[in-house]
């Protein structure tokens, strides 16, 4: 297979495990986690080897909870070279938190994830890409906290989350203390549709997925970002019971294709972290110098 080499993307893993997903609310009480088996650290080690196959590194976004709970796959994740970033403490969409709940949460994770990883998180992805319109507060609060981006906004128009009008690309925000890197997407017939992973990236054939990230590459001269999580390399997880058709379809769609898929991707496309790809030396020595007087 062609690499494309006219840039080089993002690649990023939303560490949560099957259980926490937000469409599972209603079906897993929160005081449930604790007694479900965890099959997150079996899937990142399965991703860290496909990933280290194909010579990529990657952005982990990974919750305060599940890091607390598996803290040498947090070791392992950074040793091997790639970012650690931060998805919240317990995967709470930022719509159902409170301006200062929400800095609790967010300066928590951070603090916890550095001083296990040993390494500045700069980085935050919002569980299910829930800062839009009505609550971009949320990317002031981010900055205060000392986050340097966020990955947080969707493009598009969902019936759960998005923000239509929001740029395509890379923007600054909170007067220019933070940048926000939304999830990719193409113009198709008058609407932006997610080409960045997710259940996407499952539902449309490999086709579309190449074809949308090739034209942003080689004809918008722009880099992807694509996102996944390590339950959707996993068949095999326990079914929840009580779950909607339309919430069963698509968190179940595909997932034994998954890993294949990505491997393609991993071929025809060349994928660095987020930290990498989108911001470059002098930004990143200016983090450092910021989080040494810290």
Not at 67 to 91: D, K, T
Not at 156 to 164: N, R
């Amino acid at each position: 297979m062609t690499v494309i080499p006219l840039r080089k993307n993002a690649m990023t893993v939303d560490v949560e495990d099957y259980f926490q997903v937000s469409a599972f609310e209603k079906n897993v009480a929160r005081d449930a986690w604790e007694t479900t088996p965890l099959r997150v650290e079996k899937n990142v080690d399965r991703i860290l080897q496909v990933f280290d196959d194909h010579d990529v590194k990657a952005t982990f976004f990974t919750l305060g909870w599940i890091a607390e709970r598996c803290p040498a796959m947090v070791s392992r994740i950074v040793s091997e070279g790639h970012e650690l970033a931060s998805h919240g403490w317990e995967h709470v969409r930022v719509t159902n938190q409170t301006p200062t709940e929400f800095s609790a949460d967010v300066t928590k994770t951070k603090m916890f994830l550095e001083d296990l990883g040993g390494c500045s998180v700069n980085g935050y992805r919002a569980a299910s890409y829930s800062i839009g319109a009505s609550n971009l507060w949320a990317l002031d609060v981010l900055a205060d906290c000392g986050y340097r981006y966020s990955s947080s906004i969707a493009p598009i128009k969902h019936d759960l989350y998005g923000m239509p009008d929001a740029p395509r690309f890379r923007f600054t925000a909170a007067q220019g203390r933070l940048v926000e890197v939304p999830i990719t997407t193409i113009p198709v017939a008058g609407k932006n549709i997610n080409c960045g992973g997710g259940g996407w990236f499952r539902l449309f054939p490999y086709s579309f997925s190449k074809w949308a990230l090739g034209k942003v590459n080689s004809k918008e001269l722009e880099s992807g970002l694509f996102y996944f999580h390590p339950w959707e390399i996993d068949p095999e997880q326990p079914r929840i019971e009580g779950a909607g058709a339309k919430t069963r379809f698509r968190h179940y769609l595909n997932l034994s294709r998954m890993q294949g898929r990505l491997e393609m991707l991993l071929s025809d496309f060349s994928w660095g972290r987020m930290d990498d790809v989108f911001f470059n030396d002098e930004e990143r020595r200016a983090w450092q110098e910021v989080a040494s007087v810290a």
